[in-house]
Structures are given as C-alpha cells and as structure tokens.
C-alpha cells in the first residue's frame, strides 16, 4: 500500500515481487515517520507548543508520505531506459528537495549542543552591542551634564580662592606684614575686610545657588541612568530568545559541513533509493501484468472510440441519401410551399398594420 502498488495484482503475484514492493512501501514509510519528527522539531523551535508543533509536525508528514507514495507509483518500467530515467528525472529532483527539507531540522537536532554553544557567543556579541548601542543614545546627554556640574564646582573652587585670597590679604593688613605693613586695625584694613566679607557673603550664596542647580543636574544623570538600564532590561529578552528557526539554521552554518553534508547524503539516499531500485530492477511479474491490463484498458477505448467514428460516419452517409430522396417528393415539395405562402402573407399582413398606426399617429 505505501509503495503505490496496485494491490490486488500484487496479491497474485510472486514472493520476490510482494518482497520488492514490500521493501519500496518500508522506505516510503519510514521516511514519512523521519519527516514527521523532523518537522515536529522544527516547528517546536516556532511555536514552543508540544501541541501544535506535533499537529503540524503530522501533517508535513502525511504530506511528504503522499509525495513519495506518488512518486514512486507513477514511475512505470519501458523497454527503453532511457524513457525510463528521462520520466524519473524531475521525481528525482523533487526526492532532492524533500531529502533537504527532512534533513536539516534533524541535523539541528543532532547538534544542538553545538548550535546552543554558537548561539550563546551570538547572544552574548549581541547583548554587548545592545548595551553599547543604548548607551550611545544617553551617554552624550549625560557627559554634557556632567561637564555643566564640574563648570559649577568650578566657580565654587574659585569663588573660594578668592575668599581666601582676601582673607590671607586683611590679615596680612592687621600683623603689618604686608600693604601698608602698619601694625594695627587701621582704615586699609578695615576696607580689606569689607572685602573679604562682601566676598565671603557671595561665596556662601553662590554654594546655596550652585549646589540646589547639581543636585538637580545629578538628579538628571540619575534619571537618564535609570532610562538606559531599563531600555537594556526591556531588550534583553528579545536578545535571549534568538534561539528561532532561522537563528539555528545560521548557527549550523558555522558548524563544519563535512558531518552535516554526510548527514544529507543519507537522506538523499534513503529518499531516491524506491526510485532507483525501480530504475535498477529489471521488468518483473508486476509489471507484466500492469502492463498487460493498461494495454487491454487502451484497446478497449480505441475500439470503442473507432466504433463510434463508424456509427457517425455511416449516419452521415445515411442522412444524405435520405435528405436527397426526400427533396424529390412532390408532396413534400407542395407542402412546404404552403408553409412559405403563409408565412409571406403573415409577414405582409403585420407590415401593413405597423404602417396603419405609423400614418394614423
């Protein structure tokens, strides 16, 4: 039944011709159970459901069981071989394709370790260039802010000196070691420290202002901080699922080619083997009698075919010699006269009653 057989022939044939076929529908079988697991598998990387990765995963099998069935069943022995590879040509191509198609998802499924540890590296190249990309985005802002925090403590640093600096001055004033080196509280130095003072005043206001602008400013950093981390934690999970069909095909690629060549090779063969065992095999009882039975099937329709070329033929002829007998009959001949004068006169009669209405109006 697999392998296409016209079963009640089979059944009256020889053990070596039940055994053949046996044989054929066992490999057309078998590679339909290895197409269902393969696309079980596949299909398991798309839809992460044991349910309707096995749905599916029947169907393609159902599927490529019928192909092979058709394939295998509508290769036909001949005298001539050459007819024969010629009609098993594009049955082998298609047997090409389908041995592809099987073969590549259990050859995932074979090295799958191997897939994983590539898709790992992937990931992992893939993360780094997600974190560099999104910071790309923020660190611009946040190098500009901070640049703008480290300009404030700069004016605070400087304000200080400054301070500083007129403090050292005013005291300098008072031992009399510096200015006007009299030693005392005199007017220069009580201008010197109303400088110090007014200095010290715009120090403190100027501490008050720019620390409130980089608490703020940090403020900022820490918000856009924030916003990076969390647009790496919300892509993180797309990075963690390339693990799909495509992803794996690709991993595979970078395996090495010999094993997953070898690994097609098999399925090539296992797929064209009923082919070629058909090629191969010479004319047996089956197809005899196959054969035998078309033949008969094709005569009896050209008989009947030519029998029905006569029987319209021989009408033909008939109708002619009846057709030419009977325009020699008077009687006919008066007949139909008849008919053609009244159909003159009913014509004549109701163009005669148009133009009445047409004059009339």
Not at 208 to 222: G, M, P, S, V, Y
Request: aromatic share 10%; glycine share 4%.
């Amino acid at each position: 039944m697999c392998s296409g057989a016209d079963t009640d022939i089979l059944n009256n044939s020889s053990k070596s011709e039940q055994t053949k076929f046996t044989g054929i529908g066992g490999t057309v079988f078998f590679t339909a159970v290895m197409a269902f697991i393969a696309a079980r598998y596949a299909l398991y990387t798309v839809f992460d459901n044991y349910f309707a990765a096995t749905f599916f995963g029947l169907v393609w099998g159902l599927l490529i069981f019928n192909l092979d069935r058709f394939i295998v069943s509508t290769i036909k022995k001949h005298d001539n071989k050459w007819k024969e590879i010629s009609q098993a040509t594009p049955r082998i191509i298609l047997a090409i394709i389908i041995a592809v198609v099987i073969s590549k998802p259990l050859e995932m499924k074979i090295f799958e370790k191997e897939i994983n540890q590539v898709l790992l590296t992937q990931k992992n190249d893939l993360t780094l260039a997600n974190k560099e990309q999104i910071a790309n985005q923020f660190t611009p802002e946040i190098t500009t802010i901070q640049s703008e925090i480290a300009q404030l403590k700069q004016e605070i640093e400087t304000k200080e000196t400054e301070t500083n600096t007129l403090y050292d001055t005013y005291i300098s004033e008072a031992e009399g070691t510096a200015g006007t080196k009299l030693l005392g509280k005199g007017p220069v130095y009580k201008e010197k420290r109303e400088k110090h003072d007014a200095a010290l005043a715009e120090l403190k206001q100027l501490k008050l202002d720019n620390r409130a602008k980089i608490t703020d400013k940090e403020a900022q950093i820490l918000a856009l901080s924030n916003e990076q981390t969390k647009q790496v934690t919300t892509t993180q999970p797309i990075i963690d699922g390339f693990d799909g069909l495509m992803a794996r095909i690709n991993a595979l690629q970078e395996l090495p080619w010999l094993p997953s060549f070898f690994i097609f090779l098999l399925f090539l063969a296992i797929e064209t083997s009923p082919i070629f065992s058909k090629l191969i095999a010479p004319k047996g009882e089956y197809d005899y009698k196959l054969q035998d039975i078309e033949n008969a099937v094709k005569s009896w329709v050209s008989q009947k075919e030519n029998q029905r070329n006569k029987v319209v033929s021989a009408d033909t002829k008939l109708n002619e010699v009846i057709y030419s007998e009977l325009s020699k009959e008077e009687e006919l001949y008066n007949y139909k006269k008849q008919k053609a004068r009244e159909i003159l006169q009913m014509q004549a009669d109701a163009f005669h009653k148009s133009q009445q209405k047409i004059v009339s109006g």
